[in-house]
């Protein structure tokens, strides 16, 4: 009896595992006890009133126009009415829909009290040059109050290549700061107390992360700092290295998310505090995408990530509690409030339905907003600074717990000095003068609000649930399908702008015929590219190159034994490896992948 019991129990288990995230989420969800709000005999009453006034009151025109689609750009083309009553959501149970902050489903906010609580963290990208300039810049920000490091590298650091590879020619310091060892890490974090301040590593791609993270924990071990005490985040996302990147080479997707999942259990385990991974949507949305498409993506991350993990022989709990994610905030600004309540309550419902998670902590959508570069243009650029301080406060209204505004001139470049104390001041005079933080969820409970929520959830799933059904978010990679619904997106988006569906203010729209201004754009430091040169010349020079050559050839090793190669990466980075040394062992272990073409 005991066996015919395991045997039906090992029966339910594997059928449960075939079925995709939207049947478990729907399943489980149905069997809840719900409470509507609104009092059936009053929507009744209100369903007679509002079909007198639609008669009687509103314009032919308007009801037959009643729902219209906003083009916007990057937005999700989803229908909106005319007015928005409890009749756009009849079914509104407040504690399984909204609840209290801080509490399932976290729709209202992760924690009870929010930003009276705990402000949300003002991190500015930050990056350009050499690392002793970005270190002035670094000094300057914190100076004025910023509350975090958010650190951009330039082009060849993130594609992985020495500042002396012939790739890296005429981009040295361009859009970034260079790292190329350890020894720029120290310069680069300079008098900064690493265990003081929450550091955001732009690593961009799973390869990357397992490159640069190991230098900057060489860095603080060398310091004296235990890697306990280190606190931030980086980005190691499989969506940014093989969807998004523009180099020439690339790893196959299935040895990135191996990567990927390597740095989450290397970093989980001996860098409690940090963030292992920012579950990327910014990039690939700024890159062309729709405003569902952008989370769907990430969820689809998110579960193939613990999906593995769990298989590993990880629990869900210890290690969820850890997960960021990165969002983009555009121009609808309804849109944007609503995505980030929705993506919170979907997350929550994943992981207490689908991965059956206890830890509160592992429920929480905690997120990265970036207001949106792509929104910015180069007509009437102050304009820019309005468009931003949109971006941002749909970014607050929503719940993000950091925050980054771009700057009024990165139409052109890298911000000016100037320009990025103005995005700093934007979120201080958003956060100290405007009072929108002094109630948590001030848009809760609005029929509209509400309304798109739900809507929008349900739209996210849908394609989460497409993913799935491609075979999981790495087969959608391999087999082109994202990258397909990538350009056709795109595609779209330009048309809309050029013929004026998608208006741009001082572009295709209200165009002046007045010369504004002129700003001030940033100008790149000089030399930058022959000081790299030269100090990359003295490193392969003064250092055990018997140890490097050991380190690398044990990286490689591990590479091909399927070995968590981070404590291996560590000690290349120990022994003064630079960066496109270990790029060319992943190259060399795991041979190249030709992308799909985009168009």
């Keep these: 009896m005991a066996d015919t019991k395991k045997v039906k129990g090992l029966k339910k288990t594997m059928n449960e595992k075939i079925k995709s995230t939207k049947e478990i989420l729907r399943e489980r969800v149905s069997d809840r006890k719900t409470t509507p709000l609104y009092n059936p005999e009053a929507l009744t009453d209100l369903k007679r009133e509002s079909e007198d006034w639609m008669t009687n009151v509103v314009r032919e025109t308007d009801r037959e126009n009643w729902r219209k689609t906003p083009h916007t750009v990057l937005g999700s083309d989803t229908p909106r009415e005319l007015l928005y009553t409890p009749l756009s959501n009849p079914d509104f149970d407040y504690q399984q829909d909204l609840g209290n ?28 040059g050499s690392p002793e300039e970005t270190n002035e810049r670094i000094k300057f920000m914190l100076g004025h109050g910023a509350t975090g490091l958010n650190i951009l590298f330039d082009l060849p650091t993130i594609q992985m290549y020495d500042s002396d590879d012939p790739f890296a020619l005429g981009q040295v310091g361009m859009s970034g700061v260079c790292v190329d060892s350890v020894e720029d890490m120290a310069r680069l974090f300079k008098d900064v107390p690493l265990d003081e301040v929450t550091i955001s590593i732009v690593t961009h791609y799973p390869s990357n992360t397992a490159i640069l993270f190991p230098m900057f924990l060489a860095l603080a071990e060398e310091r004296g700092i235990p890697w306990e005490n280190l606190r931030g985040s980086v980005q190691n996302d499989i969506t940014l290295e ?56 990430a969820v689809s991350n998110g579960i193939e990530i613990l999906d593995e993990l769990v298989r590993r022989g990880h629990d869900v709990d210890t290690v969820a509690d850890r997960l960021a994610f990165f969002w983009s905030a555009a121009n609808d600004f309804f849109e944007e409030i609503a995505r980030i309540r929705a993506i919170r309550r979907l997350w929550y419902k994943i992981m207490k339905y689908r991965f059956n998670a206890k830890n509160p902590r592992a429920m929480l959508m905690r997120c990265h907003v970036q207001t949106s570069g792509v929104c910015l243009i180069q007509e009437e650029p102050q304009n820019n600074i309005i468009r931003a301080a949109y971006h941002s406060l749909a970014a607050v209204l929503g719940g993000a717990q950091s925050l980054h505004v771009d700057s009024y001139d990165e139409a052109y470049s890298v911000p000016t000095e100037e320009a990025a104390l103005l995005s ?18 001030p848009l809760g409970g609005s029929f509209y609000l509400e309304a798109l929520t ?146």
């Design 101 to 128: 902050s801080g509490q399932e489903p976290f729709t209202r906010g992760i924690h009870a009290s929010m930003y009276r609580g705990r402000e949300f963290t003002m991190r500015q990208l930050t990056g350009f």
């Design 242 to 297: 093989e969807l998004i990147r523009s180099g020439a080479e690339y790893i196959p997707p299935k040895d990135c998310f191996r990567i990927q999942c390597d740095n989450i259990e290397f970093i989980r385990k001996n860098v409690p505090q940090w963030n292992f991974i920012t579950i990327n949507g910014y990039n690939l949305r700024e890159f062309g995408t729709s405003a569902i498409t952008e989370m769907a993506v």
């Design 424 to 441: 700093l001041r934007t979120q201080q005079i958003l956060q100290k003068e405007t009072g929108v933080t002094d109630v948590v969820d």
């Design 454 to 599: 739900n809507e929008i959830e349900n739209r996210i799933l849908d394609e989460v649930d497409e993913i799935e059904g491609l075979g999981g978010y790495v087969r959608a990679i391999e087999g082109g399908e994202i990258y397909g619904k990538v350009a056709s997106y795109f595609a779209e988006q330009q048309r809309l702008i050029e013929n004026g569906e998608i208006a741009l203010v001082g572009q295709n729209v209200y165009k002046s015929e007045v010369e504004g201004p002129p700003i001030n754009v940033f100008r790149y430091p000089e030399g930058v590219e022959e000081r790299q040169k030269a100090r990359l010349q003295k490193l392969r020079l003064n250092r055990d190159n018997e140890k490097v050559s050991s380190a690398l050839r044990a990286l490689k090793d591990a590479c091909l034994k399927g070995e968590n190669i981070l404590p291996y990466s560590v000690d290349c980075a120990r022994v003064r490896c630079t960066e496109g040394e270990l790029f060319k062992v992943f190259k060399d272990a795991f041979g190249l992948w030709k992308p799909p073409a985009l168009f």
